[in-house]
C-alpha cells in the first residue's frame, strides 16, 4: 500500500515537500516514482528513484525537485522548488518490483497511491 500527503495550495516560487509512505513491502528494493496528472491529459512521470539510489528527472523539473527515499521509514518523499502555476496536478507515487532500472512509463509501474493534490498559483 502506498499512501501519500504534503499536497497543498502553495503562490508560485514556493515549496512542497511530498510524501509516499509505503506498507506491506520493503520499498528500498524496488524501482519507486512520482507521477502527475492533469485532468484530461495522460499521466507523465516527474522523477524516479531505483533500488542503488540512481535517479531520474522529467526535463520539465531538472534543478527544482529533487526525489529521495528514507529506507528506513520506507517512505518517498519529492522535494519541489520553485514551483510554477504548470507544475499544478495530482500527483501520485507508484512502485513496480520488475525492473531494476525504472522505465519512463506509468503502465509499467504495478502500485500506486491515491494521489494527492498540489495547486500553484
Known amino acids: 500500500q502506498l499512501v501519500e500527503s504534503g499536497g497543498g495550495s502553495v503562490q508560485a516560487g514556493g515549496s512542497l515537500r511530498l510524501s509516499c509512505a509505503a506498507s506491506?513491502?520493503?520499498?528500498?528494493?524496488?524501482?519507486t516514482g512520482w507521477f502527475r496528472q492533469v485532468r484530461g491529459n495522460e499521466r507523465e512521470r516527474v522523477a524516479t528513484i531505483d533500488g542503488d539510489g540512481t535517479t531520474t528527472y522529467a526535463d520539465s523539473v531538472k534543478g527544482r525537485f529533487t526525489i529521495s527515499k528514507d529506507n528506513a521509514k520506507n517512505t518517498l518523499y519529492l522535494q519541489m522548488d520553485s514551483l510554477g502555476p504548470e507544475d499544478t496536478a495530482m500527483y501520485y507515487c507508484a512502485t513496480t518490483p520488475l525492473y531494476s532500472r525504472c522505465p519512463m512509463a506509468p503502465y509499467l509501474y504495478n502500485y500506486w497511491g491515491q494521489g494527492t493534490q498540489v495547486t500553484v498559483s
Open positions: 506491506g513491502y520493503t520499498q528500498r528494493r524496488y524501482c
